[in-house]
């Protein structure tokens, strides 16, 4: 989050965004490298929070791989946000032809032409290419953005997914809107590593209780609609690709609460294989657990 006034946080953004438009792409790509750089050196905060849920996802990896992968985590992270503030200055066609969404497609195929379905994702990887991907493959996309302190701020940010054709919904009464959606045949895309808004509870992820939404869902109970799970990850130096985890459908003989418990331990357990394997495009930086600060 950048510091300072509400109405001079989106300063740092604009700047970002120009200096993407107008400079060499192997140019921004050096300037993202020494900011992630100089973060990681900078922040022993982040590097130790980083490093503390490595160890409760990779408890067998020694601590030297685990300083690795918490650097990697910092500039990830610094390229997801390069993306992010270039994606309206890329060719479209171009972009999309460096995403490989076989695997997504592969299960859409299963489902059917046209059929509604909730993505349920996390914050791994470039995950607003996402919203852009599957607006090229014909679906219309919607999820929930929680505001910024700064008006302008989350101006910009809606701005850039109104832009790839991703219809963000605000947090407060979002869920008639995206049970409309769905009722529409559409997409919705919601983030469940993180808790947020009123409708959540207490899982296991990663064996630690953790609050995580609801919202996918009662969505899915309500609508009878499949959630799928999935993270869109870097490929590379310029390829990205999408990575499912399954596909979980509400059952007629359950109950509601029913439901949500099997789905959401079905989505979780997904979602843990995935950042396993993904474990350095996490971008998860609030601990997992505490445990004693370690340098």
């Not at 503030?85 to 489902?111: G, H, N, V």
């Not at 607003?128 to 101006?155: C, I, K, W």
């Not at 869109?232 to 359950?254: A, K, M, Q, S």
């Amino acid at each position: 989050m950048v510091a300072g006034p509400p109405m001079l946080q989106a300063i740092p953004y604009h700047l970002g965004a120009f200096f993407a438009r107008f400079t060499p792409d192997w140019f921004c790509r050096a300037i993202t490298w020494t900011l992630g750089e100089v973060n990681w050196r900078l922040r022993p905060r982040t590097r130790r929070t980083v490093r503390e849920n490595l160890r409760v996802i990779h408890p067998e990896w020694s601590e030297a791989e685990r300083r690795r992968a918490a650097r990697q985590v910092v500039h990830n992270f610094a390229r997801s946000i390069l993306l992010f503030l270039q994606l309206p200055f890329f060719d479209p066609d171009e972009l999309f032809a460096r995403i490989d969404m076989s695997e997504l497609r592969a299960e859409l195929e299963k489902l059917g032409p046209k059929r509604s379905f909730i993505m349920a994702s996390a914050h791994v990887g470039p995950w607003e290419l996402g919203g852009f991907a599957l607006t090229r493959m014909g679906y219309t996309m919607n999820t929930v953005a929680l505001d910024h302190p700064s008006a302008q701020v989350t101006s910009f940010y809606s701005k850039r997914r109104a832009y790839v054709g991703v219809r963000a919904h605000a947090l407060s009464g979002s869920f008639p809107a995206l049970k409309e959606a769905i009722d529409r045949s559409e997409v919705v895309a919601l983030m469940i590593d993180r808790a947020y808004g009123k409708a959540k509870k207490r899982f296991a992820m990663f064996g630690v209780p953790t609050e995580v939404p609801l919202g996918h869902l009662v969505l899915s109970a309500r609508c009878r609609a499949p959630v799928l799970t999935g993270v869109l990850v870097f490929d590379g130096p310029r390829r990205f690709r999408y990575v499912h985890g399954g596909t979980h459908f509400p059952e007629d003989h359950e109950d509601e609460f029913e439901k949500l418990e099997r789905l959401q331990e079905e989505c979780l357990r997904d979602l843990e294989r995935l950042i396993r394997a993904h474990s350095e495009q996490w971008f998860h930086f609030m601990p997992i657990v505490r445990t004693e600060a370690s340098t």
